[in-house]
C-alpha cells in the first residue's frame, strides 16, 4: 500500500472505497457494509483501545483495505461464475437472433418487470409526495424531525427493495446490503447527512421518476400483448369459422375481401411476430432501466 | 525462504478456498444461536488458523453465498455499535449437506495422509 495506514474507522472505508473505485458500485457497496460491521464490532468489544491501534491489529485479522478489496473482487468473479445461468451462445443468423429472444429468460422477467412497475411506480411515487409534503409541513416543528428521519429511512429501504427486484428481474448488479451513513456523529449531523447525501435526491427522484416510467412500460407492454395475442386469437377463430368448426354468427371479421383461408394464417404469423418484437421491446427497456437504476440508486454517491 | 514463500501462500489460498464453506457450516452448525459475521470470525480465532493464513474479510461473502445457496438463513438485527447486524442460522437442508461434506472432507483427508505417509502399495 503506498498510503498510510488508516487510523480511524471512516479512514479505513475511504481507503476501501479507494481500492474498489474500479470495481461494481453494488459491490462496494457490500464491501462498505461488511468492513462496517466488522470494525465497529471490534471496536465495542475492546472498549478503551485507542482507533488507531485497533485498526494496525484489524489490518492482520479483517486484513488491510488492499487485501479485503483483492478478496472481494476474487469473490465476486467466482459467485457470479457459480450461480448465473450461463446466457444462451448467441446466434449468428437474423432469424436466430430474433427468435431467440423466447429462450432467454431475462427478456421474460423484464416484461414482468414492465408490467409490474406500474404498482411499485405508484407506491413510490406516494410515498415520496406524502413524505416530502408531510416533512415540509411539520418542519417547523419539533414532531418534523422523527417524520424526517422516518421518512429518509423509509426512502432508502424502497431503494434497497427496488434494486433487488432490478437485480432479479433486470440482471443489474444492486447492492446486497442497505446504505448505511456512520454512527458515532451527533443527531443534528447525522440529520443533516441524509440531506447532503446526493443519493438520498437521486433516490427520490427515481422514485418520482417511477410512476410516468411505471405508466409507460405497463402501457406498452399490455398494448403489445394484447395486440399480438389478439390477432392470434382472432386468426384461429377465422380459421375455425372458415373450416366450418365454430360458428361465431359474424363477429369475427378477418379482412373484407380476402379468403379466411389465406388471410387468418397471415393474421397469426403477424400476431406470433408480434409477440417477439414485444419480448425484444422487454429486453431492451430492461437493459436501459437497469442502467438508470444504478445511476440513480447506486452510482450519485461514489465518487 | 523467500522463494518458497509464494508457493506457499498459493498453496494456502488453494486449500481455504476449498474449506472455507466447510468450516463456517460445522460453525453455525455447532452454534445453538444464530450468529453474526464478526462472532463467527472470533470464534474462528480461537481454533488457531482455519482459514490458513487467509483475511477474515473473505468470511463475508462466503457467508451470503452460503445464504444464498439456501444452506444458511439469515436476519438482520439492529446493534447499538453499529450498523444492523446480519445473522445466521443453519438450515435443514445446510444440515444434510454438512454431513455429505463432512465425508468427503474423511475421505479426501484419508487418502491424502496414505500418500503423503507412504502408505501405498
Known sequence: MNTAAPRTIPEYLDALRRELRDADPALVQDALYDAEEYLRSELAANPGTDEASLLASIAGSYGDPAEVAAIYRDTEVQVAQALRTPPPPPRASLPGRFFGVALDSRAWTALFYMLLSLATGIVYFTTVVTGVSLTAGLALMIIGVPVVILFVGLVRLLSLVEGRLVEAMLGERMPRRPLYVGRGQPWLERIAAMFTDPRTWSAMLYQLLMLPLGIAYFTAAITGLSVSLGLVAGGVGALLEALGVVDFEGAVHVWPFANPLVAAPVLMMVGVLGLFVVLHLARAVGRLHGALAKQLLVKTAQH | ?121
Not at chain 2, 472455507?20 to 455447532?30: C, K
Not at chain 2, 473473505?58 to 439492529?78: K, M
Open chain 2, 1 to 121: 525462504m523467500t522463494d518458497i514463500d509464494p508457493h506457499l501462500k498459493k498453496f494456502q489460498k488453494e486449500l481455504s478456498a476449498g474449506t472455507v464453506s466447510l468450516v463456517l457450516l460445522a460453525v453455525l452448525a455447532q452454534s445453538g444461536e444464530p450468529l453474526y459475521g464478526y462472532q463467527i470470525a472470533k470464534r474462528l480465532e480461537q481454533t488457531g488458523d482455519p482459514l490458513l493464513g487467509g483475511k477474515q474479510s473473505a468470511l463475508y461473502p462466503v457467508l451470503r453465498n452460503l445464504s444464498a445457496a439456501g444452506l444458511a438463513d439469515s436476519h438482520v438485527e439492529p446493534s447499538v455499535s453499529g450498523p444492523p447486524r446480519r445473522y445466521y442460522r443453519i438450515t435443514a437442508l445446510g444440515q444434510r449437506v454438512l454431513a455429505e461434506w463432512r465425508m468427503s472432507w474423511e475421505t479426501t483427508r484419508q487418502s491424502v495422509d496414505a500418500v503423503l505417509e507412504g502408505n501405498l502399495r
